[in-house]
């Protein structure tokens, strides 16, 4: 599925990325490019083939780059983004989609583990906004910046659905997500007298040849279904960081198959 309406909106826009090299966030990645964007791809792992930005950049390539940094590092954060200013001058679009869980169940949950989901999905999302809509503001860039939350941020999971499969969805997750669609509503609100917009697009579970016992029990729950592909996101995403969606800021879109209406 590729969406139509979006020819020309992204035509050598600058987008910055998070997490660009994982499941999710590299067929964001290669729809940008496809649809003529720049993507600054700002990760800690390195996908299998890259780009590093070049100190000069010539202009009107759609390509993606990739930049070796920590969103939960303020140094690492504020060195990636000075160089894709130094380089590129502006950043267009913001997507913060780096986020991390844990799989051990509740009693067991260590300081270290809380400490490492909530530090990349809310510091992480935090620390890169701050950076990114600083330069926005300063720069006049009326950007736009779009979130990743979950539908575990907003509804509370059902964990007779994971049986025995050695996953589950944790209560820090939900915490984490819960929290990142509320900082959306937020900095909606607090940079909207800058013409800048904030949402945030909360993704259902995502089929990566999980165990079949819970693709099944997922799939029953789901109105739809079946379980998500990172493409079914695409749309969503274009549709909250192009100019179809002017007149939406603050919002969290479920792209969820309709797991989160109820049961
Ligand atoms: N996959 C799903 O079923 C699902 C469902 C709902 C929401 N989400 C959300 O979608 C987003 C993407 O998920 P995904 O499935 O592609 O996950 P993934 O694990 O495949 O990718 C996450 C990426 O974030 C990067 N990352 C982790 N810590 C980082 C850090 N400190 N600094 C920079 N980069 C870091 C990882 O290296 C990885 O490339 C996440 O925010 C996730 O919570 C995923």
Redesign the pocket.
Known sequence: MKPKLFSEEFKDKIVLL?????????VIMNHYVEAGAVVLN????QPISFLELPESYCAGKPESYFLM?????RT?VEAAIEKILRIMGRIDILI??????VFTPFEKRTDDEFQSVM???VK?TFLVTQAVSGHMVRDGIKGVILN?????GVSAADQRIYGDSGRNSPEV?AMS?ASVIHFTRYMARYLSPHGIRVNCL?????F?NQAPAFVRNYVYKTPLNR??T?EDLIGGIFFLTSSMSEYVTGQNLLVDGGFTIGD
Do not use: E, H, L, R
């Not at 998070?18 to 590299?26: A, K, L, N």
């Not at 700002?42 to 792992?45: E, L, Q, V, W, Y």
């Not at 940094?69 to 590092?73: F, H, I, R």
């Not at 990743?148 to 575990?152: C, N």
């Open positions: 998070t997490g660009g090299s994982g499941q999710i966030g590299c700002m990760d800690i792992t940094a920590d969103v939960t590092k690492d913060n989609c780096a986020g991390i869980s530090d990349v999905n992480g990743f939350g979950s539908i575990y997750y997500k909360s993704p259902g579970g995502i990566a379980m998500g990172p």
